[in-house]
């Protein structure tokens, strides 16, 4: 009798010994699978991210933007003239330095706005360039080996009792549905920077009318600095997954099994919330707003 019961208890011991290794390969297996996705979303440019977007956004810009930039250029123009003529007495002391100027001017405002679209890509391709190295570097310290994490926190489950494991089990079944739900925040965090991008892009020729003017240039200015801070937003973000593995790295052999599985859903709160910081830090930092 005594041999039965000793059976059915450690048919209930493997069986949630069994429920809880089943739940942490699946959360340790999100993680892995969110820090690809963070890096493999962060390391595309906008036109690689969606084609048929970018197509879009570029196709709105020159067809329905530009000629709007054409308007603002020409009064930013006029008022450069007007600016001119009168800082000069009414030509009585103008020379033909000033007429050159004025036409360079000229020059540069048409050049800028007709390559609005090369020079924005151009700044997201440098900064890129950026996240693409930081991603070489921390891509090998951003992932955990499941088996090796099994093995230690399996080990200490073995000396529990049926209702311990059953609590863990609970436990570790509840943080992994949390865990999936911070990872369509994350997606949605990763998603609307993309869609910043393109709307920023969209408009990119107005502001670069204004980029030739002293008054008016501060629009362009601003402008530019915006672009910078969204390509090196990606940047930070790639330094939070890289923090947010290890920090899970770090706990993942705590000998309180309790503790380390709230640890790792409290990390991922955090991993959150970082990640909708980094815009705003990307933008002090660049000065822009």
């Known amino acids: 009798m005594l041999g039965l019961l000793d059976k059915i208890e450690e048919a209930i011991r ?13 959360m340790f297996a999100d993680v892995n699978e969110k820090t690809s996705t963070i890096a493999e979303q962060i390391g595309q440019t906008p036109q690689g991210w969606n084609g048929n977007i970018f197509s879009m956004i570029r196709s709105l810009s020159e067809t329905v933007i530009i000629p709007i930039a054409g308007m603002i250029i020409t009064f930013v123009l006029c008022y450069e003239l007007i600016t001119m003529i009168t800082e000069k007495n009414n030509l009585h002391e103008g020379d033909t330095f000033s007429f050159f100027k004025y036409f360079i001017k000229m020059w540069v405002a048409v050049f800028l ?28 310290s951003t992932y955990i ?54 709307l920023t892009c969209s408009v990119a020729p107005i502001p670069f009318a204004t980029l030739t003017n002293r008054e ?30 290890v920090l899970v790295q770090s ?5 309180n099994i309790h503790a380390s599985i709230f640890q790792i859903a409290a990390y991922t709160v955090l991993l959150c919330f970082s ?8 933008k002090s930092i660049f000065n822009a707003h």
């Open 275 to 282: 990640l909708f910081k980094t815009g705003s830090l990307s």
């Open 251 to 255: 706990i993942v052999l705590s000998e």
């Open 145 to 198: 080996d499941i088996q090796e994490v099994l093995a230690a926190m399996l080990a200490g489950l073995q000396n529990k009792g049926i209702p311990e494991l059953a609590g863990i089990a609970m436990e570790t079944l509840l943080v992994g549905n949390a865990m999936k739900l911070l990872s369509v925040v994350i997606t949605v965090i990763l998603y609307g920077r993309m869609i910043e991008i393109f």
């Open 113 to 140: 706005v007709s390559h609005t679209f090369d020079i924005t890509m151009a700044i997201f391709d440098v900064a890129q360039h950026v996240v693409s190295a930081a991603s070489d570097l921390i891509k090998g």
């Open 14 to 26: 493997n069986f949630f010994i069994g429920l809880i290794e089943a739940n942490l390969t699946t």
């Open 216 to 245: 008016w240039g501060q629009t362009g200015n601003n402008y530019i600095r915006n672009l910078v801070a969204l390509g090196f937003q990606g940047f930070f973000m790639m330094v939070c997954m890289a923090i947010y593995t």
